[in-house]
């Protein structure tokens, strides 16, 4: 009978919405469990930690946090991650750009296994990371005799950090790069092209400003791993605090001398860049998101142009 | 002959500096890891590769990975849900927090969670007296690696919930469906290959996974060792080859697990295509 009655007499506009909601969602007491349960979840596994760095600092007081960073050798690691971070991050850039442009912009033999070899680093340990350098260019390693006759020094030394460092943060640029200048598509740069640019100007003056977003998020991604890599760094560091460590190497250092105030403030300096890099990573995807649906509404607009014209000719 | 094909300039210059780096960067070290394996012939690779110790490490490194691989599916899953589905104050707040894992270095990570778990801190004294200890025992090691796994799951799926119409369930809620019926028979079976690509991406990177685990772990022969830390062994003891020969099963092992994730995500895009 009541549906009858339904039928004949329409439910008001808000009961309509209500039922419109419960089809296409879950009860309200599910709901409210299930972001309970992901609200717990993030406290547990990402909250916590970062107030445990937080108060672990500050466990000595503010003062002797800051005293902390007059240490000579916690200063000094923080020059070396920020030495390392200052030759990789560009040189990745670099070679992201050069990458990005040669597989968006051509077409050639062995490109899928170039985008498959640019991803390679992405997902091997990052132990495999120091370890092929070591097999290189350790005492024992294929070229290690040579450079012991000369008298260079890679692995235990700077440079094995910066290239055990290249490895690991070498896809971040490219990647990011890739799908950008895939969707944008290259008709700017042709016209640039027939009007007389030069390649150089052209990158300069069309690529980059359309893919700036796309490359800010690359290197701040690059950037953040590079600051933090530990597992590859610490298989071709020697690990000698003062001369060859990293911030991460210096916080295992202090936190196996049990010098835990003094580990969770270098800690805390490196969650700090942390939650950094994360906000500004928002802020390039927002704008990433904004110029990549500009760029394919340019081309779904170039490409309704063209339709007409053809028709007329 | 280049020339030819594309109009654009610059193809010899960025594919040749591309490739240059690739390999000094790439390449030449990953022949490297192949060469010293074979250096040492099948069977010292066969003896180290079956050591006991190492055998052992597998155990954890493939096998808790897997726990914790499905562990990041069911809550990967229902935080993409909320995200794409919900409205609720901190939403956005939380979406940029997901990444998190990505950008906090692990060893920071690591002696975050030793500081949480063990016996006499933060939750550790609070599991204690229940006879549970979670630092330097296997189930630490879990909850290092769903730490590390967790975005990936997210990032997968989140970008699928979001392009499903809600036409499709309306539909199905008009023909009589339960929200239950809609959840499991429309719903789910188009989320399924992007879930598994993200438990598969987080499973891979659980594997490899070294900085957030070693100090949660305690390191304890047979017990809680992970294969990474066997070939920072091999490497403290100057066994080149033995190093080299864990590094490449674990290199073998990883390419077949990032080969399963692609196969997944390439069925995922002909799945949706057809939907």
């Known amino acids: 009978m009541a549906s009858f009655i339904d039928l004949h007499h329409p439910p008001g506009s808000d009961r309509r919405a209500d039922r419109m909601v419960r089809s296409t969602s879950e009860p309200l007491w599910l709901r409210r469990l299930l972001i309970g349960i992901v609200l717990a979840f993030f406290v547990l596994f990402l909250a916590l930690p970062l107030i445990v760095i937080f108060q672990g600092a500050l466990e000595k007081g503010f003062g002797y946090f800051l005293h902390n960073f007059t240490d000579h050798d916690i200063l000094h690691s923080m020059l070396v991650t920020l030495i390392v971070a200052l030759i990789t991050v560009p040189a990745n850039a670099l070679f992201g750009i050069a990458a990005a442009w040669a597989i968006t912009r051509f077409r050639f033999r062995g490109r899928q296994l170039l985008l498959a070899l640019i991803d390679l680093p992405l997902w091997v340990s990052p132990v495999i990371g120091g370890l092929v350098y070591v097999l290189l260019y350790g005492r024992r390693g294929y070229f290690g005799p040579w450079l012991q006759a000369h008298d260079i020094r890679i692995i235990f030394a700077m440079p094995g950090i910066v290239l055990a460092t290249t490895f690991v943060t070498f896809p971040f640029v490219a990647r990011s790069l890739i799908p950008l200048m895939q969707a944008q598509g290259c008709e700017e740069e042709e016209a640039a092209l027939t009007l007389g640019a030069s390649g150089f100007e052209i990158l300069r003056r069309i690529t980059l400003p359309k893919i700036r977003w796309g490359f800010f998020y690359g290197l701040i991604l690059c950037n953040a791993r590079a600051m933090g890599e530990f597992g590859a760094v610490s298989v071709v560091s020697a690990k000698i605090s003062g001369k060859t460590n990293t911030m991460p190497l210096e916080i295992e250092r202090l936190y196996n001398d049990y010098l835990f105030a003094s580990a969770f403030t270098v800690a805390a300096a490196l969650s700090l860049l942390s939650l950094i890099t994360l906000l500004l990573k928002t802020i390039a995807e927002w704008q990433n998101t904004r110029q990549l649906e500009a760029g394919r509404r340019a081309l779904l607009e170039s490409s309704i142009d063209t339709i007409p014209s053809k028709a007329n000719a | ?275």
């Open chain 2, 1 to 275: 002959m280049s020339k030819k094909r594309h109009i654009l300039p610059g193809f010899n210059l960025s594919l040749g500096w591309s490739v240059t780096w690739l390999s000094m960067i790439v390449l030449l070290p990953l022949a490297a890891l192949i060469g010293k394996t074979a250096s040492g012939g099948w069977g010292h690779f066969w003896e180290t590769v079956t050591d006991p110790q190492v055998v052992a490490s597998y155990r954890i490194s493939f096998g808790i990975s897997l726990i914790a691989a499905l562990i990041n599916g069911v809550f990967g899953l229902m935080a993409a849900w909320i995200f794409a589905r919900y409205q609720f104050p901190g939403r956005r707040f939380m979406e940029a927090a997901t990444d998190l894992p990505f950008a906090l270095p692990t060893a920071v990570a690591g002696i975050a969670l030793t500081a949480l778990y063990s016996p006499n801190e933060w939750i550790g004294k609070w599991l204690e007296p229940l006879g549970i200890k979670i630092a330097f025992t296997p189930i630490g090691i879990l909850l290092a690696m769903i730490f590390i796994g967790f975005p990936f799951v997210v990032r997968s799926v989140q970008p699928v919930i979001s392009e499903l119409s809600v036409d499709v369930e309306e539909a199905a809620a008009c023909l009589g469906a339960t929200r239950w019926q809609t959840l499991k028979s429309v719903v789910f079976p188009t989320l399924v290959p992007s879930l598994l690509t993200g438990v598969i991406m987080a499973y891979g990177r659980a594997v490899g996974e070294y900085g957030s685990i070693v100090f949660i772990s305690g390191n304890i022969p047979f017990k809680t060792e992970i294969t990474p830390l066997m070939i920072v062994h091999k490497l403290e003891q100057y066994d080149y080859t033995g190093a080299a020969a864990i590094g490449f099963t674990m290199l073998v092992a990883s390419l077949l697990i990032v080969c399963a994730g692609n196969f997944l995500q390439s069925w995922g895009n002909r799945f949706r295509e057809r939907t």
